[in-house]
């Protein structure tokens, strides 16, 4: 009974995790320009796909807030390219691209 306890109060500390970083993410996504709608759709995807340190690397691609408002989605993703991690920016650019097009929510 011990194991059973413990295996389901990891799964349940795992998801609770997984759940603060994609609102990181999203948070971040929003502070660099990005749309309520991308912000949410992209997170979801990036935070299943992307490790934790390549998720802190974007977090820093945050702009001041005046600066944020003028930021498009093609100025994220060129911030993104800067980062210098491949994996990083396919990922990046394909949920972009996929929850701009409505085709991922």
Do not use: H, W
Request: aromatic content about 2%; hydrophobic content about 45%; proline content about 1%.
């Amino acid at each position: 009974m011990n194991k059973l306890a413990f295996a389901l109060m990891t799964l349940c500390l795992a998801g609770c995790a997984e759940r603060i970083a994609q609102s990181r993410v999203e948070s971040a996504l929003r502070d660099a320009g990005l749309g309520d709608r991308t912000a949410s759709c992209m997170a979801g995807r990036m935070t299943d796909r992307l490790t934790i340190s390549q998720l802190r690397r974007l977090e820093e691609l945050k702009r001041p807030a005046q600066e944020a408002r003028g930021s498009s989605l093609a100025d994220y993703l060129d911030r993104v390219r800067r980062v210098g991690d491949a994996e990083v920016v396919a990922v990046t650019a394909g949920s972009a691209a996929l929850c701009e097009t409505g085709l991922a929510r």
